[in-house]
């Protein structure tokens, strides 16, 4: 069978969410996968490629994400929308967007939750980094999901976005983020912890 190399690395994503979640030093986040029908071709890579993959401990819908949870809790992570995260909250459940189409067009995310009444947030990037080439870069499925899971284990975002961002991409801190971290510094002050929360695929 043919596998399409867009979904052969949408697999390997989730997998590496999936094993980041492994690490007996980090407090768990439930993943499901949603969107995800059996005769689809990323379910397909799955059956090929991942043995075992249906005993992992993954919940897996095929509806959209709106028919299993309430709007209410819903944050769909886009970096679409115009809304800065703030916080990671066990009141809601967070959802990283993955297509498979490489060439999806800008905002097909921000308008299907504009369609369904669904909140939406961006990755703080813009408060402690920039780019010194000004083209907007897509993170990873598991790049994002990794963000999420520091952020949740009590790690600060500079601190986050300093280990994840990939510096060969031109991401450099924001003179806001410097200005900021100086005052902490003389303040001697420490940023509350983040709560639990749920992540949906």
């Known amino acids: 069978a043919v596998v399409s190399t867009q979904s052969t690395g949408t697999r390997m994503q989730i997998l590496r969410c999936y094993h980041l979640l492994k690490s007996p030093s980090t407090k768990l986040f ?12 990323l379910s397909k890579s799955f059956e090929e490629k991942t043995p075992g993959f249906q005993s992992m401990h993954i919940t897996k819908f ?7 949870f309430s709007s209410n809790e819903i944050i769909y992570l886009t970096p679409d929308s115009p809304n800065l995260l703030e916080s990671v ?9 993955g297509f ?10 921000l ?8 909140k939406t947030a961006s990755l703080p990037l813009s408060k402690y980094y920039k780019k010194l080439n000004h083209k907007q870069e897509v993170l990873t499925i598991n790049q994002v999901f990794e963000i999420l899971l520091l952020v949740f ?26 200005a900021n971290n100086n005052d902490d510094n003389n303040d001697s002050t420490n940023d509350d912890s983040p709560n639990d929360d749920s992540i949906v695929l």
């Open 100 to 109: 498979v189409d490489d060439n999806i067009k800008r905002s097909t995310s």
């Open 153 to 178: 284990n009590g790690w600060s975002w500079e601190e986050v976005f300093t280990k994840i961002l990939p510096s060969r991409k031109g991401y450099v801190p924001s003179l806001e983020s410097s």
């Open 111 to 118: 308008n299907r939750c504009v369609h369904h009444k669904l």
């Open 62 to 68: 095929s509806e959209p994400i709106f028919y299993q």
């Open 30 to 41: 439930h993943l499901h996968l949603s969107n995800f029908k059996k005769d689809s071709i």
């Open 89 to 97: 909250s066990e009141d809601f459940v967070y959802v990283i967007g």
